[in-house]
C-alpha cells in the first residue's frame, strides 16, 4: 500500500480529504498517525508564547529614537534623556563607580548625607510596592533633579561664583533620584530601563561628588 | 493612562508614553520578528527598525484597527523587508549554511523550545509562509499579499513547510525525551 505524501498530510491538517484519502487514512495507521502529528504540530505553533526581547533592547531603541528626533528631548522625557547623554554607558564601569560612589558617599561630610538623607526621606516616603509606582517614583526624582540642574545652570548662567551649599542641594536631589531607581531596581531587578538610569546616575553622583570635594578643597572652608 | 492618550502623547515624541507602549507591546513584536529572523542578533535589528517605523507612522494611525493589528502589520512588514535585504546581501557574499546549528541537547528543553529550534532551521521561504500562516493567522491571500506571490504558492510553500517542519522536530526529539516523543512520535 502507498503512503499519502508529506505534502498530502500537511494539506489535510486544513482540508477535508477525498474519498480516497479518506479510505486510505482509515486504513493506513502510520498516515493516520502521521497526520495527527501534524495537526498537533500547527496547534503548537498556532499556541508558542510571545518572546520578551533581550535585555538592552530599550535601550538601544531609545538612543536610535532620540538620534532620529523621534523623542521630545525635553522635560517630559524617558529618564535617558539627561542622563545618558553623559556617556556613562559602560557597564564595567558602572560597576567600579557603583562601588567607588557608594565607598565615596559614606565618606562625605555629614552635610552633605543628612541633606541627602533629608530629601531622601521626602522622596522615596511611602516604599513604591509596583514597578508603576517605582516607575513614577523615579520620575518625580528625575523631574526634581532636572529642575535643580536647570537652576544650577542659571545661576552659572549669570556668573555667580559656584556655591557649595547649592552644590549639596543639587546633590541631594540627584541622591533622591538614585534612592528611587535603586528602589526600582529591587522591585525589577532585570528591567534594562531601570539598571541603565541606576548606572547613569551613579556615574552622575560621582561627578558631583567630586565637583563638590574640589570647591571644599578650594577654599571653602 | 489609556492607549489612545499613550499613542496621542506618543506622536508628540513624549518619551514616557512610546515607552509605555514599548513595555505592553515589545514582546509581540519581537516575538513575531524574532521568528521571521530566525536568529537572535537580526531579530534585535528587526525589531529596532519595526519600532523606529511604527513611531514614524503613528500620526498615520487613525484608530480604524486595533493599535496592537497596525503594530503587529508594521512588525510583519518591517522584518520581510529587512529579511528580504539580508538574503539579498548573503546571496552577493556566497552562500549561508542551509541550517543554523543546533545547541547541544538537554533533557530540560521545553518542547516550545524545540519548535523555535525547529522553525529557525527551516529554508526562509518556507519558515517565512510556515510563521505567517501557522503562527501569526494570516490567510493565504494576506500571505501573498506580504511576500508577493500567489496565493496558490503560498499554501504550496506551507504544505511542504509543515512536512519540512515535522521531519525537524522528529530529529530534535532527545532519545530519552518522553514529552518529545509523547507529542511528536508517530
Known sequence: MEHLTKETLARLVDERPNPEQREHLSSCTVCALELRGLRRQTEALGSLPDLRPPPGDWVGLEARLMSEGLVDGGSRSTGFSVLFRTGWMQAAAAVILFLGGTSFGAAMSGDLQAASDDTVDARVAGVPQSVEDAAEAVYSAEQAYQLALVQ?????????????????????????????????????????????????????????????????????? | MTEATLI?????????????????????????????AGDDDLAQDYAQEAWIRAIRALPTFRGDARFSTWLHRIAVNSALQALR?????????????????????????LLGDRLERALDQLPVRMRKVLILHDVEGYTHDEIGELLGVAPGTSKSQLFKARGKMRTLLQALTAPNGQEEVEAWSI
Open chain 1, 152 to 221: 544650577y545652570g542659571q545661576i552659572e548662567r549669570r556668573g555667580r561664583t559656584r556655591n557649595y551649599g547649592e552644590l549639596l542641594g543639587r546633590a541631594a536631589t540627584l541622591d533622591a533620584l538614585l534612592a528611587a531607581t535603586q528602589e526600582a531596581v529591587r522591585i525589577s531587578p532585570s528591567d534594562p530601563f531601570f539598571n541603565g538610569l541606576l548606572v547613569n546616575t551613579l556615574a552622575e553622583r560621582e561627578d558631583m561628588l567630586r565637583q563638590i570635594s574640589s570647591t571644599r578643597d578650594g577654599g571653602w572652608f
Open chain 2, 8 to 36: 496621542r502623547r506618543a506622536c508628540q515624541g513624549d518619551g514616557q508614553a512610546i515607552r509605555a507602549l514599548y513595555e505592553r507591546y515589545a514582546p509581540r513584536v519581537y516575538a513575531v520578528v524574532r521568528r521571521i
Open chain 2, 85 to 109: 535585504k539580508t538574503e539579498t546581501r548573503q546571496k552577493r557574499e556566497g552562500p549561508m549554511p542551509e541550517t543554523i546549528a543546533v545547541s547541544p541537547e538537554s533533557s530540560d528543553v
